[in-house]
């Protein structure tokens, strides 16, 4: 069982490595798309996933979960509830970068790793050292900050915060691998986008074919895209404690911010300095904390193993 546990956990934190590192990386992509409005984006890479995930299936020759799932009314709830969440989380990041919004991006991105292990304490009953409330505090008042400074709430921060943490967190209890989870999220939001694409060509406002042979591909990878890294975002999520995932989110905002300034060159005016510094150093609390608690976790490992198991009671004499 140790073996096992181990071996999962390690795979869940490449998977988690390559999906958030994808991710940081997708504003470039969406931002090679800017000539489509953002919901015909999200429609595109909606279509093209299902055919995409339905592929890797028959690579991998995985079906049989299928059917089981078709008979638990529970689990495809909360598969509906995982494909609404995502698809909102998709449509205003994608917006976002189109608007020239991606540091706003980025920082919800930085405290989606805060509320993750919040909510990890208020609806899994994951119990937090004295540095991680530290750090969730301080990652609050970060918020409060940018909200002042900028006399509004940062909503695209906290609306990308809120629906990834809230898919991270229902993703894990509809107890699917990355793959297979994709594949039911993608089946549920197929027919919407599709009837969108169909309305908005007959409408004549389609741009699959209007801006080159190149644009028109870029929307069909969108597809691929889209799926590796939800899918080892997936794969992670069933591997690996909550807490953990909400550690190496901050991989994809990090990549984003460094985008934003150094690639898009955005503003960074004072107060928007003030509200990541503060976030940034919620997440170096973490980081020192986890890194801590792990270091006292093999030490209490090795001294089990080094610690003799008890004797048990001696056998009861045996009598005619």
């Not at 940018?146 to 509004?152: D, I, W």
């Not at 898919?167 to 994709?182: A, M, N, Q, S």
């Not at 190149?214 to 990878?221: A, C, F, S």
Request: aromatic share 10%; glycine share 10%; proline share 6%.
């Amino acid at each position: 069982m140790r073996a096992g546990g181990g071996t999962a956990s390690r795979a869940g934190l490449i998977y988690g490595f390559a999906a958030f590192g994808a991710w940081g990386l997708l504003p470039l992509y969406w931002n090679l798309l800017a000539a489509t409005p953002a919901l015909e984006v999200l429609a595109h890479r909606v279509v093209w996933s299902l055919p995409t995930a339905l592929l890797l299936l028959v690579a991998v020759r995985n079906w049989g979960w299928i059917r089981p799932l078709l008979r638990q009314p529970k689990r495809l709830g909360m598969l509906a509830l995982t494909a609404t969440l995502i698809s909102a989380n998709w449509y205003i990041f994608i917006w976002a970068v189109a608007e020239d919004r991606v540091l706003e991006a980025s920082l919800g991105y930085f405290v989606n790793p805060l509320l993750t292990i919040a909510l990890g304490v208020v609806l899994l009953s994951e119990r937090l050292r004295p540095t991680q409330w530290v750090a969730v505090g301080i990652g609050g008042a970060a918020v409060i900050v940018m909200s002042v400074a900028y006399g509004e709430v940062p909503w695209i921060s906290l609306v990308l915060s809120v629906t990834f943490a809230a898919y991270g967190l229902v993703k894990k209890r509809t107890d699917l691998g990355g793959l297979e989870g994709f594949t039911a999220d993608s089946a549920l939001q197929f027919l919407p986008a599709l009837g969108f694409l169909v309305v908005n060509g007959a409408r004549g406002e389609s741009t699959f074919t209007g801006e080159g042979a190149g644009h028109t591909l870029l929307l069909v990878v969108s597809g691929l895209a889209t799926a590796l890294p939800l899918i080892f975002f997936g794969a992670a999520a069933v591997r690996v404690p909550l807490s953990t995932i909400g550690l190496m989110q901050y991989i994809a905002p990090i990549t984003m911010f460094v985008l934003g300034v150094l690639v898009f060159h955005e503003e960074m005016p004072p107060e928007r300095w003030a509200g990541f510094l503060l976030v940034w150093a919620a997440l170096c609390l973490l980081t020192w904390d986890a890194l801590r608690q792990a270091r006292r976790n093999r030490r209490t490992a090795a001294v089990a193993r080094h610690t003799p198991a008890p004797a048990g009671p001696r056998p009861a004499a045996v009598t005619d």
